[in-house]
């Protein structure tokens, strides 16, 4: 597989740097990652950067990650882009919300690199 | 038939989440940190000096926190983000934070009726041994103990609803 450029998108900057940290361990090669502490700071930063795949958690201030979802068709180069969330939000509803939203995958914190593979890896051969 | 909140304000309910705040805290450190908490056969008398909160509000109110030092908080951080022990002391207080967060977020999924009905603070970390947390609607307090890596750990919830 190419290697990918990824945008995380979490309001912790310890987390972002363990969901990267997962993605190389689930043994992707990363050309560039780019961080969002919100959804907002996430939009901006998709309108200036392509990117292969977002990761995104949805409790955060300003803008949530199903807000962000939501808007991101309106993004020109993101709008096909998976996302997949990563939270510690584990109900249904919430899955359901998300996946309603716009998201391709969900994944519950606590999580293991396999589990990050497992969800991602589909995703990225389907785009191509 | 009692409803959701009901149920949960019963104190007698709160014991039994004690192995669900167990399997909580063994599945977060297992996952995140690749390492398993293990009992400790006698009590510590080391003295805890960081503590990590995260508050719930919704159907169950009340404040799930972590105790432990600071060599435990910054073997976490390490052991989270593949570092170093000595470098994780800018990041310490944050990692520390996020396993506490976690282990809240994985408790509360696991007890019925309580997944969705249930919001998490964002988590304060609070360092030094000299405070007292006071709670004036208090109504139940749980309590587990651990070794992570043969260091004293605690956490508890203490229930106000």
């Known amino acids: ?128 | 038939m009692s409803s959701t909140s009901e149920v949960l304000a019963d104190g007698t309910v709160h014991e039994k989440w004690i192995p669900l705040l167990e399997v909580a805290a063994q599945e977060v450190f297992e996952l995140m940190l690749g390492c398993q908490l293990t009992s400790p056969d006698r009590a510590s008398d080391s003295q805890p000096d960081i503590t990590a909160m995260v508050g719930l509000a919704g159907q169950l109110c009340g404040v799930l926190s972590i105790r432990c030092d600071h060599k435990s908080a910054a073997l976490m951080a390490s052991k989270m983000l593949g570092i170093d022990v000595d470098q994780a002391g800018p990041e310490m207080c944050d990692a520390f934070g996020e396993v506490c967060n976690m282990v809240a977020g994985n408790f509360k999924n696991k007890v019925a009726g309580l997944d969705d009905g249930c919001m998490l603070s964002v988590p304060t970390v609070i360092t030094g041994t000299e405070y007292d947390l006071h709670s004036p609607t208090e109504t139940g307090r749980l309590e587990v103990k651990f070794l992570f890596e043969g260091l004293p750990l605690s956490i508890s919830l203490q229930v106000n609803s």
């Open chain 1, 1 to 128: 597989m190419n290697s990918i450029r990824a945008l995380i998108v979490d309001d912790s900057s310890v987390m972002r740097k363990i969901v990267e940290r997962s993605l190389v361990q689930a043994g992707l090669e990363l050309a560039a990652v780019f961080g969002a502490g919100n959804g907002a700071e996430a939009l901006s930063v998709l309108g200036a950067n392509q990117v292969d795949l977002i990761l995104c958690d949805i409790n955060m201030p300003v803008m949530d990650g199903l807000e962000f979802v939501k808007q991101l068709p309106a993004v020109a180069n993101a709008k096909d882009v998976p996302v997949v969330m990563i939270t510690t939000e584990g109900s249904e509803a919430h899955v359901v919300q998300a996946l309603s939203a716009g998201a391709r995958g969900y994944i519950r914190k606590p999580f293991t690199p396999d589990q990050v593979k497992e969800h991602v890896i589909p995703l990225l051969a389907v785009k191509g």
